[in-house]
């Protein structure tokens, strides 16, 4: 009786206000548990309780009644509304309530610089197809340099490199696996495994030219030609600078002669002096 009373003039289609320029309240929630809270006023739904056995609220299947057209404007679903539809508590003071639980997919900007300590902030925004739209928001880490300590006869040298260039790569395997799909941004824990793989690369290939050249002798290898120039420049260069060091000396050493000779020639005249000083003296003493 009370369900034909409300429903067989009422017009899904129209918007349940009394003048047509009247806003219609309606309250919006979200909980973590996957539900979906709406709230609205019916005025084509009211009825004085006393008069239908104190029934005071009624479930009525959605597509019987006008419900405000909510959806997810940034929604990743196919289906676009993944939420379940399920019956309208209405009151009999006109309050409607409408709880449909679902899964929502959205679209995201994903800031990933700081991963794994980063703290994202993605949005989902809701509102009406057709009238304003409300909105809610949800707040959301050497050992390359050893392997130059190593003696090249201990051949253990580039196998270490090696290992370390491995199981660095199996660490960026790692870590791009646990770093979300969409970002607009390059995760600082991933430049720093970049550069240290391409310094162990560096090392790895530094290690190899070096054992090459360390490993070769007269028997394996021959000497080329620009090496042997530049070696015979080099001694030339070494010999030139040893002849101008020993011209240096003698020279040095001439002058550590001069020096004393003259020093000599100082002290002979010196006592030549005081012997005529010595003879004068005597001479006036004997007068």
């Not at 162990?200 to 190899?208: G, K």
């Not at 290898?221 to 620009?226: A, K």
């Not at 070696?231 to 000396?249: E, L, S, T, V, Y």
Request: proline share 5%.
């Amino acid at each position: 009786m009370l369900l034909h009373k409300l429903l067989d003039h009422y017009n899904v289609l129209e918007r349940p206000v009394a003048n047509e320029s009247d806003p219609l309240q309606l309250s919006f929630g979200l909980t973590l548990m996957q539900i979906i809270d709406v709230e609205w006023n019916d005025m084509n739904l009211r009825w004085n309780s006393s008069e239908y056995g104190g029934v005071k609220d009624l479930r009525i299947p959605p597509h019987r009644l006008w419900k405000p057209d909510v959806l997810m404007y940034n929604s990743a679903d196919e289906g676009f509304d993944g939420t379940y539809p399920t019956n309208v508590v209405v009151r009999n003071n006109g309050s409607c309530m409408y709880v449909p639980p679902g899964i929502f997919k959205s679209t995201c900007k994903i800031d990933i610089t700081w991963f794994p300590f980063d703290d994202q902030r993605c949005e989902m925004k809701f509102g009406s197809w057709t009238y304003d739209g409300l909105q809610v928001r949800r707040n959301k880490a050497s050992m390359a340099v050893l392997g130059f300590t190593l003696p090249p006869d201990s051949g253990e040298k580039l196998s270490l490199g090696v290992t370390i260039l491995l199981s660095l790569t199996v660490f960026l395997n790692m870590v791009a696996e646990t770093m979300p799909a969409t970002s607009d941004a390059v995760p600082l824990l991933g430049t720093y495994f970049n550069c240290i793989m391409f310094m162990v690369a560096s090392s790895v290939v530094s290690t190899i030219l070096i054992l090459n050249y360390h490993h070769r002798n007269a028997d394996t290898h021959e000497m080329s030609q620009w090496i042997q120039i530049q070696i015979q420049i080099q001694i030339q260069i070494q010999i030139q600078i040893q002849i101008q060091i020993q011209i240096q000396i003698q020279i040095q050493i001439q002058i550590q002669i001069q020096i004393q000779i003259q020093i000599q020639i100082q002290i002979q005249i010196q006592i030549q002096i005081q012997i005529q000083i010595q003879i004068q003296i005597l001479s006036i003493l004997s007068y």
